[in-house]
């Protein structure tokens, strides 16, 4: 009796448990659905516990040299090896997920507000502004991506924050034309005319109608422009534009020494080229599972 | 169709016209101490005024942006510090090596992946089908660069055989000239064959899909011809707009594969001069493949409008 007392009162505080429920059902069922679509999720789950837990999973610090052990094979101490400088390279690998991740997810919610405001407004406002922003657009896009990253990375000089905001701009015009065409079918909706006819401010409607509606494009456009961006990085810190060193960028360990001393050390470049690998895989798994339950019009394909 | 051809013709003026905005733009974000450096490290010039002015920085703005796109318009893209020589010359004389490499990267992306894309979607969730799929997220992830150094290391760590860092000219071994493109321009396809062979898949499902193709079979017609003549011809238009997003893409993986294999092309040049602060080479480079890659793209969008006449009347 108390309990249902309880409910009548607080019809509120029962919802979102059930919501929460239902959620978690609803990833287990997705996750039975698309196998490979959790595995991905499995991974990307690995290296932010990687990323977070660094200090705790990492046997030593990144920079730590040990004189006597350089270009080790893998041992019980040494799970990966060793590079040449003496550090252990599964120490490196853990912290340079934690590079990684920063790097991937600060540019990338970079990139998908300002992909968002510009697609949204782009394609709800229409007209010449549409037209003119949409030139920016194509501008922008024709640039191949590596080539304008490498140059604006030597001009302004590599540094993590210099990396996060240019590859932030980088994926913002692409991802912003999805949005701006799942706006534009959006618009089309009588709900959206019903909020006008009663008189709701464009901003008002924007946001209250339109977001909510893109969301899932912008959820599958998030999850794939991961990938890209870790690659993205990753080839940048390869060529000594990106990550600059002491830090343990995944990319930085195979550039150089990586290469110089591959034939004494194969561990050395392999290791690296399988996380960079792991984790763009296990975005790209994630994403693709992510657009095929989210996007009813992709589905099955 | 001429009015389509107009409109589209318009607005490649205003987009080329932002590309040069945001190429000048981009040498105008160089920080005052690195224009300092320039003249210390490299010796472009013999006090940080002179070098300044020979970056044109000593001027107002709009002054420096319009005398810069008067030159370009003339075909005069400014001199190269490190070399001396002017920048549009260094890179046309070094631009079939380039397009070399991109086309052969393409030919093999292409004749990769749309055959194993048509494969993958008539043979839906079989062993083909996966294993093409599998295939196709490994070209997607794996970083190239990695490949690259991987296929350089393991044959010299194995057999001792390393490819060859001289590079051959093909007046002197035409067969030795176009091998040693093989490695480096497969590699560079991966990626692109990735793409494009996951789009030939989703959209041949799709069309496979369709009441056209149903009415093809039920006429009896044979497998190949259903799916060659009625399935394919609809499914690949979408394949051909992301081969010019694709193609951007190979210009930019040029710049690692000529570095790594030592191959004497634009991508190189590019590196070099990104080391070097050679910056009017970088503004070049640049300008010139953005403006190659909007005529690409101009292009394609007419080829279209020729196959496709519901472009014409949207």
């Given at each position: 009796m108390a309990q249902r007392v309880e409910q009548l009162t607080h019809p509120a505080a029962a919802a979102p448990r059930a919501d929460k429920f239902s959620a978690l059902r609803r990833a287990i069922r997705m996750a039975r659905r698309k196998p490979l679509g959790a595995f991905g999720g499995l991974i990307i789950l690995l290296m932010l516990i990687m990323a977070i837990f660094a200090e705790s999973i990492a046997p030593f610090h990144y920079n730590k040299t040990h004189v006597r052990d350089r270009l080790k094979p893998p041992s019980a101490t040494y799970i990966l090896g060793t590079d040449n400088l003496g550090r252990d390279i599964f120490s490196r690998i853990v912290y340079g997920a934690r590079i990684s991740m920063i790097v991937s997810l600060s540019s990338v919610i970079i990139g998908i507000v300002l992909a968002t405001v510009v697609g949204t407004t782009?394609?709800?406002?229409?007209?010449?502004?549409?037209?003119?922003?949409?030139?920016?657009?194509?501008?922008?896009?024709?640039?191949?991506?590596?080539?304008?990253?490498?140059s604006i990375m030597a001009v302004v000089g590599s540094g993590i924050v210099n990396l996060t905001i240019a590859l932030g701009v980088l994926v913002a015009a692409g991802t912003s034309r999805v949005i701006r065409s799942a706006t534009l079918s959006v618009k089309e909706h009588t709900y959206i005319e019903a909020a006008r006819a009663v008189g709701a401010s464009h901003w008002h409607i924007l946001l209250r109608y339109v977001l909510p509606n893109v969301m899932a494009p912008i959820i599958i456009a998030a999850t794939v422009t991961l990938g890209f961006v870790i690659l993205a990085e990753a080839s940048l810190s390869f060529l000594g534009f990106g990550v600059p060193p002491p830090y343990p960028s995944w990319g930085l360990m195979l550039n150089g020494s990586g290469r110089v001393f591959m034939l004494r050390a194969p561990w050395m470049a392999l290791w690296p080229g399988i996380a960079v690998s792991l984790a763009v895989f296990g975005f790209n798994m994630l994403g693709d599972a992510l657009r095929d339950v989210l996007d009813p019009r992709l589905r099955g394909t | 169709m001429r009015q389509y051809v107009i409109k589209r013709l318009l607005l490649v003026l205003p987009t080329l016209l932002i590309i040069t905005l945001i190429v000048f733009a981009l040498t105008r974000l160089i920080p005052g101490d690195v224009v300092e450096l320039m003249f210390q490290e490299q010796g472009y010039a013999k006090d940080v005024a002179a070098m300044r002015a020979m970056l044109g920085l000593d001027?107002?703005?709009?002054?420096?942006?319009?005398?810069?796109?008067?030159?370009?318009?003339?075909?005069?893209?400014?001199?190269?510090?490190?070399?001396?020589?002017?920048?549009?010359?260094?890179?046309?004389?070094?631009?079939?090596?380039?397009?070399?490499?991109?086309?052969?990267?393409?030919?093999?992306?292409?004749?990769?992946?749309?055959?194993?894309?048509?494969?993958?979607?008539?043979?839906?969730?079989?062993?083909q089908d996966y294993a093409a799929r599998s295939f196709a997220i490994g070209g997607l992830s794996i970083p190239n660069f990695w490949l690259a150094t991987i296929a350089i290391v393991l044959p010299a760590y194995y057999f001792g055989w390393t490819p060859p860092i001289q590079f051959i000219k093909f007046a002197d071994n035409p067969w030795g000239h176009l091998g040693q493109f093989l490695l480096p321009a497969f590699i560079l396809g991966l990626s692109s064959g990735a793409s494009v062979m996951r789009l030939t898949r989703a959209m041949m499902l799709e069309v496979l899909r369709q009441d056209y193709v149903r009415t093809a079979w039920s006429k009896g017609l044979q497998e190949r011809v259903v799916v060659l003549k009625h399935a394919l011809r609809n499914a690949i238009i979408p394949v051909i707009t992301i081969l010019g997003i694709q193609l951007a893409q190979v210009a930019g993986g040029t710049v690692i594969m000529e570095s790594i294999f030592g191959l004497p092309g634009m991508g190189k040049f590019l590196f070099d001069a990104l080391l070097q602060r050679d910056y009017p080479v970088v503004q070049g480079v640049n300008l010139l493949l953005a403006s190659i890659i909007v005529m690409m793209n101009l292009v394609t969008d007419l080829t279209y409008a020729v196959i496709d006449p519901r472009i014409r009347y949207r």
């Open positions: 782009s394609g709800y406002f229409g007209g010449a502004f549409d037209i003119l922003v949409q030139r920016v657009v194509d501008a922008w896009q024709a640039f191949p991506g590596l080539i304008v990253l490498l | 001027r107002p703005l709009h002054l420096q942006y319009l005398s810069w796109l008067g030159e370009v318009l003339r075909g005069d893209f400014g001199t190269s510090l490190w070399t001396k020589n002017p920048v549009l010359e260094e890179i046309l004389y070094r631009l079939p090596v380039t397009l070399e490499l991109g086309i052969v990267a393409m030919v093999f992306a292409v004749s990769m992946a749309i055959p194993i894309g048509v494969l993958a979607a008539i043979r839906q969730d079989t062993l």
